[in-house]
């Protein structure tokens, strides 16, 4: 068993607050974006589509009948038979994927001139629809860093593994997309390094404002590196920020505002927990497994296994040349969806304060049968608009008022198992005044409420990706 | 769907502080001693060892085979393989109880001359060793609370479900035995009633200092009623408590302090989500069900399915017959142990502040591969005493030192599943100039850190059992 025991040291204030806002870091914003086309020039990446029978090593096999790898590793693609009794739907079948290992998805941070700078890489995804995009500074598997393989390869990773050569500022672990992958999770890191070190050209260090600026932009943070700023709890605002806070002004200060220990929520935290304990109690949802190819509803071919309707996803096969140092080639199934999605919080200001209408979501993925998601999170927003099934506040994001929006961008969510997935991001502000009528799987938090509940795992991934972006310089 | 909104509401200063440092209440404990005896005189019942093939409605059926109860309520035993990389035992089988639905285990309080008073019920189970003990307010099962059959028959049950006629305290899920239960779970509820409220003969009203006195006693309080005690959160002291702290010394004053916010314990909160992450990554634990007659190194016969080597535990059926206000007359399967068990935390003064030395632990039932528990917890204590598989500071508990014993009693585990089944349960201080050698697995938090993580789910029923005998106004 690995040694623990130093792991177990004090952490001293991360900085991540002053880092928050700064926008002006070792290399301008103009320096990064010359970097990042230097780098989008160099690592080629082609991207074939494939039916299945030309991918190798990839099987329908098993029982009950899988898509899998003769290896036995990276991931498979199972059928799932899904009963419940919450929500509109009670009763589907799709497919998922199960992926059991715990990776780490990690930052490296290093003070300079007393700002804490994040080690982020430009990275070649086959999903991405820009190839490139800004990934954490570790993107890891289980076996990248387990005896398994010693532990060899990716840079930096040692810094998360030997507790002796870097500060843990933040490790969560945190799931991804439950609504395609059964119960996955990775570990969220974010380490402080003291000592110099060296960095390749494809790394480059950047403050945390500046990426908070860089998510104002479509597709140009991975899902990964967001996922992990969405674990980072700023300093308290008046906790030894050292008057940090009077530099917001507008949005970012009321975003700051919402963080506030002392302000006083609309829920007491007791009275969240009661709610999300009633619905964990009073709702079912049974899996069963059942084979890929005979899923009901869902048309299995050589190119694709398909839903009828369209209005879904595809499982496809893709084959992927990637010519950087080195020249890797493989074939893997990834998910295809059919249109873009939206992922949205409708914010309030309710006490004076900044609050999030956050939406208990049931997925089959899901560890808890409810988890916690952004107020709107949709797939197929555009299709089932007006529709029966369409959710509650959908019309809102897609006709918003004018001047609520806060946050408006593409995102994509991740390129290892994405094809060309992107989602609309949106936050939107309700005037003060404006009385919306929630529903009871709905309810107002702070910034604060959710930081506390977020370290826990009880977010989903897509609420954690716009809470990513949220940008405290913003006014 | 069940309305929320309302329950959403801000809750008060809670007087849970007060309440427990309140060692006289609405009755003295001579009279409670008076009307617990009265209790006993009155509610006789009657339980005999029976076949299986005795039990009424059971059968072993099913593919793979289990033990259930031909309408498909109540519960089933099933056989389960093990397989993990953890701990010194990689390989077993055992039958384990599951229990889908989650169930409502809940004290109505009320206040009276302003100290808030805990409704307890006195309540016979067939696996008490003493018959009756101190349950709950309310132990409802889902199909007790739901509609499936109209909410009748338990009285109070309606202030745990209408969010109008009381002020929610305590909703949290909690967990119980996961070395017997697959993933069962319970609501453990504390709520407030205002209003003035008849109780029957069989319920009294006593102060949580009362309670936490009767702890001291062996056998007084049952499961339910010390889980759903583990799960308050006394209002910190100093935290407007009008000066209640001062009326502490000793070792209340000590528990007292080791909740205080303000203190600096051995190890940050960021820390402690660091080393729990890192354990649930890293290991795995592999279960799969197989048929109950068929579990490798455990007989099955008609009166028993019991280990080859008698070092853990029986299923065994009883035959019931309560003699209350109406007759009732029932068999069951129950799970019978051969000894007597040990739940001991070590604790140590570090930094001026107690701390508590927890365990992580994994077992099959876990939700999560790592659950958090006590320094010790073996329900085979005594027999693996000098094994190879004996658990750290096993004999530290065994052979206590001189004046080191803060707290020592026998508790029941839940008499409607296990047979007679009590445990030891110990709180053993180490001297603050002890050099004590901690392993990997284990590590010392504040009960501050601990009631902070408690109320999300992390800690074992086996440490929660414990947590609930603290008792503040012990010297």
Not at 72 to 79: A, P, Q, R, S
Not at 267 to 292: C, E, G, H, K
Not at 357 to 372: D, M, S
Request: proline share 5%; glycine share 6%.
């Amino acid at each position: 068993m690995m040694s623990i025991a130093p792991a177990l040291s004090h952490v001293r204030q991360t900085g991540f607050l002053r880092s928050a806002l700064s926008e002006e870091g070792l290399v301008s914003l103009v320096t990064f974006r010359k970097w990042l086309s230097e780098r989008r020039s160099e690592a080629p990446m082609e991207v074939r589509r494939v039916p299945f029978s030309g991918m190798k090593g990839w099987t329908f096999a098993g029982d009950p009948s899988c898509l899998r790898h003769s290896s036995g590793k990276f991931f498979t693609v199972e059928g799932l038979k899904i009963e419940t009794d919450f929500g509109p739907v009670r009763y589907w079948s799709q497919p998922i994927i199960r992926q059991p290992e715990i990776g780490i998805l990690g930052f490296v941070t290093h003070k300079f001139d007393g700002v804490c700078h994040f080690l982020i890489q430009a990275k070649a995804e086959p999903g991405n629809i820009n190839t490139m995009q800004l990934a954490p500074t570790v993107q890891a598997t289980r076996s990248n860093y387990t005896r398994v393989h010693g532990g060899a390869g990716q840079p930096f990773l040692e810094y998360f593994l030997d507790s002796h050569r870097a500060n843990i500022l933040v490790d969560q672990l945190q799931s991804e997309q439950a609504s395609r992958f059964l119960q996955k999770r990775n570990r969220n890191m974010i380490v402080e390094v003291t000592e110099d070190i060296p960095i390749p050209d494809n790394f480059l260090w950047v403050t945390l404002g500046q990426l908070q600026r860089l998510t104002r932009e479509d597709n140009m943070l991975n899902m990964d590196a967001r996922s992990v700023l969405s674990c980072i709890c700023l300093e308290r605002p008046g906790d030894r920020d050292d008057g940090l806070a009077d530099q917001t002004s507008g949005f970012g200060r009321e975003l700051l505002r919402s963080l506030d220990e002392e302000q006083s929520p609309m829920y007491s935290d007791i009275a969240i927990l009661q709610w999300l304990s009633m619905l964990r109690s009073t709702y079912f949802m049974n899996l069963t497994q059942v084979p890929l190819n005979q899923l009901e509803q869902w048309t299995c071919s050589d190119t694709s296994i398909r839903h009828e309707s369209g209005r879904y996803f595809s499982v496809i096969g893709v084959e992927v040349e990637a010519r950087g140092r080195e020249v890797c080639h493989w074939t893997q199934p990834m998910l295809e969806h059919s249109n873009e999605g939206l992922n949205g919080f409708l914010l309030q200001r309710i006490n004076g304060m900044l609050h999030f209408l956050v939406r208990a979501c049931a997925y089959p993925g899901n560890r808890e049968l409810f988890e916690l998601g952004p107020t709107v999170s949709r797939s197929n927003a555009a299709r089932v608009a007006g529709h029966l099934d369409a959710p509650p506040f959908l019309n809102l994001f897609l006709n918003p008022p004018e001047g609520s929006i806060r946050y408006k961008a593409f995102q994509s969510e991740e390129g290892g198992r994405f094809y060309h997935y992107q989602n609309q991001y949106i936050l939107l502000e309700a005037t003060p005044e404006e009385r919306l009528e929630i529903p009871p799987t709905h309810c107002w938090m702070t910034l604060r409420q959710i930081r506390d509940l977020l370290r826990h795992g009880y977010f989903t991934i897509e609420a954690r990706n716009i809470l990513a972006c949220l940008d405290f310089t913003s006014s």
